[in-house]
C-alpha cells in the first residue's frame, strides 16, 4: 500500500494539479464564441463612435457651379444645334473667368466648323487681352479655313508688334553719364 500511496502522490497528483491549473488558464484567458460576438460589437461602437458623422449627399452632390462639371452636362444634350448653344455659354463664361484654356476644349468639341471658328475667334481675342500668344497660336491653328486663319494669324502678329513697342518705349535710353564719369576718374 505504500507503494500504492508513493505512486499517487508523486505521480497522480501532479498529473491533476497541472490539468486543473490548464483548465483553469483556459477558461480565463480563452474566448467562447457568443463572449467574441459581444467584445465584436463593443469594439464596432467605439469604431462608431470615433468616426466622423458623414452625409451621404455629400458624396452624390457635385458642384454644379464647376466648369468641368458643367461641361460633363453639356455633353449629354441631344441634338447639335442645343449644345452648342451651351456649349458658347460654356466658352463664354469661361472667358470671363479668364480661363481660355479649358474654353479652347470645349470649342473642340463644338459641332460645324462655322460654329466652332466663331468660338475659337472669341478664344483668340481673349487670349490676346491676357496676353497668352502661345494659347492664341495654337487656337488659331485649329481655325478651318485659310481666310479665317490668316486673318487670326494678323491679329496675333499685331498684338506682338504692339507689345514688342510697348517694351521698347518704357526701356530707359543709356545714358552717358557713366562715361563721362569714367572719363573723369582717369584725370
Excluded: H, W
Aim: proline share 3%; with cysteine; hydrophobic share 40%.
Amino acid at each position: 500500500m505504500i507503494n500504492k500511496s508513493i505512486l499517487a502522490t508523486a505521480i497522480v497528483a501532479p498529473v491533476l494539479v497541472g490539468y486543473l491549473l490548464l483548465q483553469i488558464e483556459y477558461s480565463f484567458f480563452s474566448v467562447s464564441g457568443g463572449a467574441s460576438r459581444t467584445l465584436q460589437k463593443e469594439a464596432e461602437k467605439v469604431l462608431i463612435s470615433l468616426e466622423e458623422p458623414k452625409e451621404a449627399e455629400s458624396f452624390i452632390e457635385a458642384d454644379i457651379g464647376d466648369l468641368e462639371v458643367l461641361f460633363q452636362v453639356a455633353k449629354n444634350i441631344y441634338g447639335s444645334e442645343p449644345r452648342n448653344k451651351e456649349y458658347a455659354k460654356l466658352v463664354d463664361l469661361s472667358i470671363a473667368e479668364n480661363k481660355p484654356g479649358f474654353a479652347f476644349v470645349v470649342a473642340e468639341n463644338v459641332y460645324g466648323s462655322a460654329d466652332r471658328n466663331e468660338q475659337y475667334y472669341k478664344i483668340v481675342q481673349a487670349c490676346l487681352k491676357l496676353e497668352k500668344y502661345t494659347l492664341a497660336l495654337a487656337v488659331a491653328n485649329k481655325i478651318y479655313g485659310s481666310t479665317e486663319r490668316n486673318k487670326v494669324y494678323s491679329e496675333v502678329i499685331e498684338a506682338g508688334i504692339r507689345k514688342r513697342n510697348s517694351q521698347v518705349a518704357s526701356q530707359p535710353e543709356p545714358s552717358n553719364t557713366t562715361s563721362s564719369s569714367l572719363v573723369e576718374a582717369k584725370l
